[in-house]
């Protein structure tokens, strides 16, 4: 079981360029074909100062950056081994661009199981600041822990 001593918990702080060359290779990678995405002429002909972060990228920059991004997990007596990548979501408040400087924090904001305890869930929220403090990106994801002691 996971313990709700962990709610409220700050994990995962890291501030982050926004480097267009890791723009245009998620670009490419989820199949973006979209010009704005990939050309900072093209992106700043459709009104943005450069390349626009795409959908769903801040997690992957959250990631990135971080030495052991899933280091939090083991703090809090969780093994990866028993792990899913259980509900992720965003709500998008400002625009992002290549070379912004990104700030995430992430906290713990509630543990709770399901099945008697087979299955426990991690809710963490995640806030997206840029450098100069404007709150761009909110961001909520579950974990759910398989607690091999639980009961089906």
Sequence with gaps: MVDQAHIGKIYGCVTTEVEKGRL???AKAIGETD????DVAAAQLAG?????????FFFC????????????LGEIGVSLQHILHGEESFEYLEMAYAGDLLTFESV????YDKKN???NFIVSHTTVHNQFGVLVCRMKQSVVVRN?????
């Design 24 to 26: 245009r290779l998620f």
């Design 148 to 152: 091999p002691g639980g009961s089906k």
């Design 108 to 111: 713990i904001t509630d543990i």
């Design 35 to 38: 010009p704005v995405y990939l």
């Design 48 to 56: 943005h100062e450069s390349l626009p972060v795409p959908p769903t």
């Design 61 to 72: 920059l959250q990631m990135m950056d971080v030495p052991d991004p899933t280091a939090w």
């Design 117 to 119: 305890g087979a299955l």
